[in-house]
């Protein structure tokens, strides 16, 4: 069973991969960021339009550098345009921390042996976050007293729509080899998914 799951799903792909495809912007707001909340597994953000939730299930190294050291010389916070697909509850965006001058030996090492991929030359750590949720915080009032910045953050909210709009060529044309590739293998594979079912 699980064999013909594969198939459909890689039959489905193939499709996919010869399609291409227009992003919209429908209209942006303006959103400001006025509080931070961490927990072990999740960082709450207070918001002027949306509040949001990052979790560690999907951002484990963004909430581990939160949790590091290192978050002690973060001297300035940028995020880039929020971004929202219509008729989701997820957004992304990118979000840097500027990093103070004066890093300690072990705040370097630090940097260059857990988040190297993330800093640009020790001045700056960047996150791509494509897995934040859009919720309604209960204690929001709490939240904005206890963890509110220093300076909020400003930042484009952008509800946007993504659609296909035509057939890459030649993308299309490696699909179809793909997928004739495995019609000729049929019959390997389609005996071995029969058993899968039988016994599965």
């Known amino acids: 069973m699980k064999f ?3 198939a459909f799903i890689y039959f489905l792909s193939l499709i996919l991969v010869g399609c291409t495809y227009s992003d919209k912007t429908l209209n942006t ?3 400001t960021l ?3 909340a961490l ?5 709450y953000i207070a918001g002027q339009l949306y509040d949001y939730q990052v979790s560690a299930k999907n951002e484990q190294e963004f ?5 590091s050291d290192l978050i002690k010389k973060v001297a300035n ?3 880039d345009d929020i971004r929202h697909k219509v008729k989701s509850r997820e957004v992304s965006t ?3 921390f500027d990093l103070d001058k004066n890093l300690t030996k072990e705040q370097k090492e630090l940097l ?3 988040f190297s991929e993330h800093s640009n030359e020790l001045k700056s750590v960047d996150f791509y976050l494509d897995n934040i949720n859009l919720i309604k915080l209960e204690n929001k009032a709490q939240i904005l007293e206890k963890g509110k910045l220093s300076k909020p953050i400003m930042a484009d909210f952008v509800n946007h729509s993504e659609k296909i709009t035509g057939v890459d060529e030649e993308a299309l044309v490696m699909s179809v080899g793909l997928g004739s590739l495995l019609i000729v293998t049929a019959p390997v594979w389609v005996p071995i998914a029969f058993v899968d079912f039988l016994f599965n």
């Open 29 to 31: 707001q303006k959103e």
């Open 39 to 43: 927990d072990k597994d999740n960082l």
């Open 77 to 79: 916070i940028k995020v």
């Open 94 to 96: 990118h979000i840097t």
């Open 4 to 6: 013909i799951k594969f």
């Open 112 to 114: 260059k042996n857990k």
């Open 63 to 67: 909430l581990d550098f939160l949790h």
């Open 34 to 36: 006025y509080a931070f």
